[in-house]
């Protein structure tokens, strides 16, 4: 099942029409993109039950043509988590050590954008990461990696778009703030519910930036996986409905690069995960100048 945010209501949608979830059950699910998605599973059951009226003027095909209706499939999550240096390539191409445990740090919520938004530029150092990203339909703590799979919604494709001047500026860096300028979370096109995907370990990444190919990776090279995560995250935090999870890049960002290449106004990013769809977002200027 695929569920999205069509102008801001959650919707299912299929190749031959979308289904408002509230308007055809009756109020029996809630319009709330972000409210949906703890009832994933019985939003599914109810579907295959009372095979619900789609609406055919707009389907898969139209949606994956212009997707400029699409907000984020989720737009107001308590908690984002994000995860750094998740793949040993990526590793590797910042010289930095792999990690022991899990590198965690946030996207604060008001950064997240749908899957066409533009991008403004705060600085000329910023750069892209394409990731896997979980979201989370019953929460918990303490959650067993081998039940950690009950607890996911599903999957979308995110860009973790980072300020890479402010990020590496502190002693030592941090990076939320520097990966929470507007916009730099978006995510989508829908949220893809694990059943629809033949392996959900083993999904293709791949960032395109102005027609060049500048990222594919495998997350089956994840360092810690999505069950790890989840474990890993729920022994310190309650994770709640509809919280997301930016699961690491693969190698291929812009300031690991000699020299180094970053988004420039008027660049367009491709962010695309098999069988979970693509982000297409265009770089524009903040019009205000460079950040401080
Ligand atoms: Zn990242």
């Not at 989720?74 to 390539?89: E, H, K, M």
């Not at 910023?126 to 990203?133: F, G, Q, R, S």
């Not at 999904?203 to 890993?232: A, E, K, M, Y």
């Not at 291929?252 to 979970?276: C, D, E, F, M, N």
Request: with cysteine; net charge negative; proline share 10%.
């Amino acid at each position: 099942m695929k569920i999205a945010n069509l102008d801001g209501r959650a919707v299912v949608i299929t190749p031959d029409g979308v289904i408002d979830v509230a308007a055809a059950s009756g109020g029996r699910f809630p319009a709330s993109p972000d409210a949906c998605v703890a009832h994933v599973a019985q939003i599914r059951d109810w579907l295959a039950t009372d095979q619900p009226a789609k609406d055919p003027t707009v389907t898969l095909a139209t949606l994956e043509a212009d997707a400029a209706r699409l907000g984020p499939p989720v737009t107001a999550p308590s908690q984002i988590f994000a995860i750094g240096l998740n793949y040993r390539d990526h590793s590797t191409e910042t010289g930095l050590a792999l990690p022991d445990e899990p590198l965690v740090f946030t996207k604060f919520p008001s950064s997240l954008a749908g899957p066409t938004a533009d991008i403004p530029l705060p600085t000329p150092t910023c750069d892209w990461e394409v990731e896997l990203v979980v979201v989370i339909a019953e929460g918990g703590r303490d959650i067993p990696a081998d039940k950690a799979l009950d607890h996911v919604a599903g999957f979308c494709v995110g860009q973790d778009i980072s300020e890479r001047t402010g990020q590496m500026a502190g002693r030592p860096p941090q990076f939320s703030l520097a990966k929470s300028h507007p916009a730099f979370a978006p995510i989508g096109p829908w949220i893809t519910t694990p059943d629809e995907l033949d392996d959900p370990a083993d999904l293709t990444l791949t960032c395109t930036l102005d027609g060049d190919i500048v990222q594919q990776g495998r997350t089956r090279d994840l360092i810690f996986d999505v069950p790890t995560l989840i474990s890993h995250l729920s022994r310190v935090c309650e994770l709640r409905p509809a919280d997301l999870i930016f699961t690491g890049t693969p190698s291929g960002v812009g300031y690991a690069r000699t020299p180094a290449r970053y988004l420039t106004p008027g660049s367009t990013l491709r962010s695309a995960i098999t069988g979970l769809g693509e982000l297409r977002n265009r770089c524009t200027s903040t019009g205000r100048g460079s950040a401080p």
